[in-house]
């Protein structure tokens, strides 16, 4: 079978995300848009069931798109109920249903010479194998949090951790709290952490480690991941007309689970002074106490700027009773918001922020300061390097109930947005925004890094 579909191939390459989740599934659309910019043909794949609810845009329909099942058609991940019955049928419908689509694109015409496949769906390199494809293993979190699970995962990193501190090759010196949630709270969300480590259990037999990091990013991690695999530091995967503008038709990620109330909010920041706007968004998935949401709404009243705030629907309830009435001359309230033209509007003076990875690369690239109030996962790590590291923003700290408080949230805001420290935050965002364009740039780091990888395409 092997040889058969090897006298097939041409430089087509399936892109494999997990499903559902918006910070893996727009990276990796992204860059097969700079695959296809560069001659490769690329197929999107996502479940039977997603395929329903989510929206693909692709003005240029250069990028195909085909299913595969996760056991659960009809409903996705509600119908299974739970994480570890979710991701135990994945793996065994998904391993079968992609060999099907792999011989199925074979038998039309259009064979494939590699899959890229999500960290989180380790088993898409077996079947992959069994093909003869070229793999690439995409890792859409901070090259420092991979190296943090890499370490987990071979128990080079003890847990429970006992000591204060965490150092390991390529990093700053850690507090546990500073570590992701999945360590520092030992024993919380089991099938997560099962996820985890999975992801490391096959990576030695990749061709390729992709990260969505780029070289002046984590300097001293790539290098030493590098050492280990052949890395490629292939970011930041943001459309192009927001970093380098060479792909003219990428204007926006292309897929959407929520509607953007667009119009309303360039609406309101065109009518604000510019750097007076505080912009808060939580991400697509973190869920926040109402003690919590009110401190942040009695924070951001105090701090006296405009703030435009994305509060999901399922989290409106959560708002104090009569905030809105009392906040109508400040505040815009959206349920959901395009967050990359958010970011670039010259209203926007500072982005309050959970610190997912994807959240701090796009403030980044478009030069805005950030809060980070981290909740969960690799958060507490992000936040870590926008303060300590990278130097374009700050944290707002938790108490011992794991609460930030509203004078916090106050003192952070009217730091960043006016105070001494505010004043270096933001030039160091502007560096790091011209850092990140280049490495994307013609000759920049990371493209040179998919010009690598594309040359291995064509000789497949």
């Not at 109920?81 to 793996?91: A, H, K, N, P, V």
């Not at 990091?213 to 890395?231: A, R, T």
């Not at 996962?377 to 300590?388: M, P, R, S």
């Not at 280049?438 to 990888?453: N, T």
Request: proline share 4%; charged share 20%.
């Amino acid at each position: 079978m092997e040889e058969e579909y090897k006298s097939k191939k041409d430089a087509h390459v399936l892109i494999l995300p997990f499903p559902g989740l918006l910070g893996h599934m727009n990276p990796m659309l992204q860059l097969a848009r700079r695959l296809v910019s560069k001659g490769i043909k690329a197929t999107l794949v996502t479940t039977i069931f997603l395929s329903k609810s989510v929206t693909l845009s692709d003005p240029t329909g250069s990028i195909c798109l085909e299913t595969i099942s996760d056991g659960f058609d009809q409903g996705g991940f509600a119908q299974a109920g739970s994480d570890e019955i979710y991701l135990s049928t994945f793996t065994s419908v998904g391993s079968q249903s992609l060999a099907n689509l792999i011989k199925k694109l074979g038998e039309t015409g259009q064979p494939l010479v590699a899959i890229i496949y999500d960290a989180f769906l380790p088993w898409a390199l077996d079947v992959a194998k069994q093909f003869g494809l070229l793999t690439a293993v995409f890792f859409t979190q901070s090259c420092a949090v991979n190296s943090i699970y890499y370490h987990m995962s071979k128990g080079l990193l003890k847990l429970p951790i006992e000591e204060p501190n965490v150092s390991l090759p390529g990093l700053p010196v850690l507090k546990v709290s500073e570590l992701p949630s999945l360590l520092y709270h030992y024993g919380s969300f089991p099938a997560l952490f099962d996820m985890v480590v999975a992801q490391f259990s096959n990576i030695d037999e990749a061709d390729w480690v992709l990260v969505n990091s780029f070289h002046h990013l984590e300097k001293e991690v790539i290098d030493w991941m590098s050492g280990i695999w052949k890395l490629g530091a292939i970011g930041p995967t943001i459309p192009s007309m927001f970093l380098d503008k060479r792909l003219e038709n990428n204007k926006d990620y292309g897929i959407g689970l929520f509607k953007p109330d667009t119009r309303t909010c360039m609406n309101w920041l065109n009518s604000k002074p510019n750097g007076s706007v505080v912009y808060v968004s939580f991400g697509s998935l973190a869920v926040l106490g109402a003690e919590q949401m009110a401190e942040i709404a009695w924070g951001l009243k105090a701090s006296n700027c405009y703030f435009l705030w994305v509060v999901r629907e399922s989290e409106e309830p959560k708002l104090p009773e009569n905030f809105k009435e009392e906040i109508r001359e400040k505040c815009l309230i959206v349920g959901w918001c395009n967050q990359l033209e958010v970011l670039e509007h010259a209203s926007l003076g500072c982005f309050f922020t959970h610190c997912g990875h994807n959240s701090v690369i796009e403030a980044m690239c478009l030069g805005v300061p950030m809060l980070g109030m981290p909740q969960v996962h690799d958060q507490a790590t992000n936040a870590k390097y926008v303060e300590d590291v990278w130097g374009i923003g700050i944290r707002a700290l938790a108490d011992e109930k794991g609460i930030v408080g509203r004078e916090i949230i106050k003192e952070c805001i009217n730091e960043v947005m006016e105070g001494e420290k505010g004043k270096e935050i933001k030039k160091n965002a502007i560096k790091w925004k011209n850092l990140a364009r280049e490495a994307v740039d013609q000759g920049g780091s990371s493209d040179q890094k998919i010009d690598d990888f594309v040359a291995q395409l064509l000789c497949a």
